[in-house]
């Protein structure tokens, strides 16, 4: 799964990774520990042009009674996402990217569970396949949500968990972002594991498992007192 992120990079980074601009006077600001229900950047296709959005994180689907559904849909398994009811709607034509700059998973030990921050050799930004939704609440703003798809962990990250982020190329935006491919055999091709070369982990600390702590020590080495 994926329930923490770091999202560090610019809003210029984001412009020239992405070929898209900001929605009107949004400017992203850097967060080491990005947890569900925050406000966080998603891009969009927006007609002829591509939209970086505030979302929240854990989508909402339209038919829901409550805000608080959002909270258990913060992920979608790649493998149902034609065959869950709040997940086939969006799938069709409301699929969106989330930029991360990398992500945190927990390993399970006989000692409790191991914060580890997880990135890309290739590129410091990482994009995850995902999918949004807009919600209308009786008598209030429309909300607009995301998840972020899964898939299951190639054989480095397996040592942690079984299940990553969806992620895809530079090249296969296009295709993931158009509302009018719908096709969810092809799409579905998409949301493979990222390759086991590209992928490096380290062992980070336990200030991280608090979703209230920030700042840029969270994805710093862990260093125990004989380091």
Same mark, same amino acid.
């Given at each position: 799964?994926?329930?923490?992120?770091?999202?560090?990079? &610019?809003?210029? @980074?984001? *412009?020239?990774?992405?070929? /898209?601009?900001?929605?009107?006077?949004?400017?992203?600001?850097?967060?080491?520990? #990005?947890?569900?229900?925050?406000?966080?950047?998603?891009? #969009?296709?927006?007609?002829?042009?591509?939209?970086?959005?505030?979302?929240?994180?854990?989508?909402?689907?339209?038919?829901?009674?409550?805000?608080? &559904?959002?909270?258990?849909?913060?992920?979608?398994?790649?493998?149902? +996402?034609? !065959?869950?009811?709040?997940?086939?709607?969006?799938?069709?034509?409301?699929?969106?990217? #989330?930029?991360?700059?990398?992500?945190?998973?927990?390993?399970? &030990?006989?000692?409790?569970?191991? $914060?580890?921050?997880? &990135?890309? !050799?290739?590129?410091?930004?990482?994009?995850?396949?995902?999918?949004?939704? @807009?919600?209308?609440?009786?008598?209030?703003?429309?909300?607009?949500?995301? %998840?972020?798809? %899964?898939?299951?962990?190639?054989?480095?990250?397996?040592?942690?968990?079984?299940?990553? $982020? /969806?992620?895809? +190329?530079?090249?296969? +935006?296009? %295709?993931?972002?158009?509302?009018?491919?719908?096709?969810?055999?092809? +799409?579905?091709?998409?949301?493979?594991?990222?390759?086991?070369?590209?992928?490096?982990?380290?062992?980070?600390?336990?200030?991280?498992?608090?979703?209230?702590?920030?700042? *840029?020590?969270?994805?710093?080495?862990?260093?125990?007192?004989?380091?």
């Amino acid at each position: 799964m994926c329930g923490r992120y770091v999202l560090k990079a &610019t809003l210029q @980074e984001l *412009e020239r990774k992405y070929g /898209a601009v900001p929605e009107g006077a949004y400017k992203p600001e850097p967060n080491y520990n #990005v947890a569900p229900s925050l406000q966080m950047p998603v891009v #969009v296709e927006d007609g002829e042009k591509r939209l970086i959005a505030p979302f929240r994180w854990g989508l909402i689907p339209f038919w829901a009674d409550s805000i608080n &559904t959002g909270y258990s849909m913060i992920n979608a398994r790649a493998e149902s +996402l034609s !065959k869950k009811r709040s997940f086939s709607k969006p799938f069709k034509s409301q699929r969106c990217v #989330v930029p991360a700059n990398g992500f945190y998973e927990w390993k399970k &030990t006989s000692a409790g569970k191991i $914060p580890h921050y997880i &990135t890309l !050799k290739s590129s410091p930004i990482m994009t995850f396949a995902g999918l949004y939704e @807009e919600w209308k609440p009786k008598d209030e703003e429309p909300i607009k949500s995301f %998840t972020i798809i %899964t898939t299951r962990a190639n054989k480095t990250v397996e040592e942690l968990h079984d299940r990553m $982020p /969806a992620i895809l +190329l530079d090249e296969e +935006l296009e %295709t993931w972002l158009d509302p009018q491919n719908s096709n969810p055999d092809f +799409l579905e091709d998409l949301l493979r594991p990222w390759p086991d070369d590209d992928i490096r982990f380290y062992r980070v600390g336990q200030e991280v498992n608090n979703a209230r702590n920030s700042g *840029e020590q969270l994805i710093e080495p862990y260093r125990d007192l004989f380091s």
